[in-house]
């Protein structure tokens, strides 16, 4: 009998809800758990869920309580955990600012040379400044970190930061990133021959592939294709049908999402019509 894979996952939170989304959109049907139910598993695969907080995965997986797990890569190198990252998963993207208040003189890393900086990543900070030969104090505090200047406990903070609105809420203004975090899924170190292990981050990895492109279809006068071939932004040959109309071919091509929005009126001031793109559900390169 095959032995079924175990992954923690984010009982609460905010990756809690996206990682669910992934293992859904991979096909693996997992289980929604009951209320307060630390445990489920998938219908279509050898998996079994656990539930536990997202801070906890990290230490889950290194001492091997489960096989893998979806955590933030923050508070796998927070931890210093010894587990290995199998794949990024392109959600709960933030970095780890550090921060001073509007009216402080700081502009940079290097301003906070001898000064109190208060977070909760102490072990990424420390690092991270030391790795800069900057020397300063670091206080460690539970959470909200935001306030630690005003109420006198250090003179800047590092915290982590997605758009920015919580700093400028509480009188702060970023100076220096030290740490760029996104979901990551992990595996135990030296695992990787377990089975279920490489098919699940090659499952996970085709939808989070996927998600980062779009299916782009258009049509063009066959005269104009090398004009508009040339700006694609395709790795690979996109695909040139001809169309039952002379003259007029259809142009199909996965194109990277971020690009979509500046390439849309770039095909069209090159005469490519009826252009439409679609969301894919799975790539694998
Ligand atoms: P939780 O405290 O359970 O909501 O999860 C916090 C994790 O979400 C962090 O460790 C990061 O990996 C990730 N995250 C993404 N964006 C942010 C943000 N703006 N603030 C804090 N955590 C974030």
Redo the contacts with the bound molecule.
Sequence with gaps: MTRRLTLAL?S?????EPAWALLEASGVDPQEPGERVLQSHCRNADIDLLFV???DVPEYVQDGIVDCGI?????VA?RQSDVEVLLRLGF???SLQAAVAFEDDATGLDDLRGRRIATSHPAITGAALAERGIDAEIVRVGGAVEISPRLGLADAIV?????GS?LRTNGLRAIGTLFD???VLVGRTGSDDLAGRKLLTTVLGSVTNARANRYLLCNVAKDRLAEVTAILPTRGSPTVMDLATPGVVAVHALVPAADIWSLLPELEARGASSILTLPVERMMP
């Design positions: 984010p609460k939170g905010r990756l809690r907080r997202a801070d955590t933030g890569l923050d508070l927070e709960g993207k933030c915290d982590l930061v997605s758009t919580t975090s996104e979901a």
